[in-house]
């Protein structure tokens, strides 16, 4: 009998025959040369670009630094050749790998809201994938109404790092923080899964007015939070300090100085992430640790594939080594060896296939830690 893995295997092949056929071989073509269709997976899940460029101007946004302009376009692929880039990208499994939109465009800009939602209903109709947005916009009657109708369990992510003048500084051209806690909450009140995303934490700004934030956000509905720290490039640095975040405070937590203009370096930030926690578990609210956890929580499933885990309800089901073994020769290779042990699965002497997508795809079907050995590999094997 065919295993569990062996037969996602087979259903993403069919995915993408399905979708070939319903695109055709011109739009098939178009979309297996765009990023979506190789790219690795971050930890969040796979980005997925809904446009390019964003009008609100963040002055701690890392995609000015990246080139991206200032005036947003919706991404040039339709719904289905985007699910299809990722129906044939290896590192993808159908109805497993997570799905995140917003990391380097707001999705809901004017320009960009009906390509989202496009990507969203295609991506979950198509492949299943558990998605999550992260938004800064308004989250009105009809978008509230739109979202649950293509993704019914979507994660959403509301973006918040501070209230009143510093928002306006930090966010010139994005909605009122305080109307966007407002609405959020009567999205939770219409049954969509909505948390607060306090990301980056400012040094000296957010900590500062976490009371504030975390008491409006909890009178309005709102119970559930992810933090993030600050990354911060060269440009970032003169922006916040433009707006009156004193540059000597970010740079005394600078582990090293930024090489260049895109290299994003993450402040030490555990003190104040600390102290925000606080005041957030102090106001009633259910810290997750990382955003993909509350993704899991939202479509109810369970991962242990980091060490931020286990995250969702329950654990993992824990494959045998021989459906392992199946899974990694419908994918063309051979391995020597398999230990299964929770929440790790320890791969030896693999060949014919790339151990990174081996890696990846295993570790987003079983939710559990993967690690691979290739044949000829001098390292010993390290029981779990």
Known sequence: MTGELARLVEWKRRIARELE????????????????????????????????????????????????????????LTGEELAYALAVNPYVVPGKTMAAYGSVTEPFQPETTSKA??????????????????TKSLLTGDLVERLRRAEPR??????????????????????????????AGEAVRRGLRVALFVRPIIPGVTDR??????????RSGLSEAVLGSLRVTPGILDRLEAVGVPRSLLEARLPRKPRSRRDQVTLRMSDVKARVA?????????????????????HGEPCHACNY???????????????????????????????????RIVIEGLSGVDPVVVREFLSAATRLMVSVGSAGSSRRRRRP
Not at 37 to 54: F, L, N, S, V
Not at 278 to 298: D, Q, T
């Open 21 to 76: 056929e319903t695109i055709g071989r011109e739009a098939a073509e178009r979309a297996r040369r765009d990023h979506h269709a190789r790219r690795r997976p971050r930890h969040c899940g796979m980005t997925i670009h809904t446009g390019i460029g964003c009008s609100y101007g963040c002055v701690y946004c890392y995609i000015w630094d990246m080139g991206f302009p200032g005036k947003p376009e919706p991404y040039p």
């Open 154 to 183: 979507i994660s959403v992510l509301l973006t918040i790092v501070a209230l009143g003048e510093w928002a306006r500084r930090l966010e010139p051209r994005a909605p009122p923080a305080e109307e966007r806690i407002e609405l």
């Open 209 to 218: 007015q976490a009371d504030e934030i975390f008491a409006l956000a909890r």
């Open 278 to 298: 606080s005041v957030a578990r102090r106001h009633g609210f259910l810290l997750y640790p990382s955003a993909c956890s509350h993704n899991m929580e939202s």
């Open 117 to 134: 939602l496009e990507y969203i209903e295609a991506v979950w109709r198509w492949l299943r994938l558990p998605s999550q947005v992260s």
């Open 309 to 343: 885990g286990p995250c969702g309800p329950g654990r993992p089901r824990v494959p045998q080594p021989g459906e392992v073994r199946e899974a990694v020769e419908a994918m063309g290779g051979r391995v020597r060896e398999v230990v299964v042990e929770y929440p």
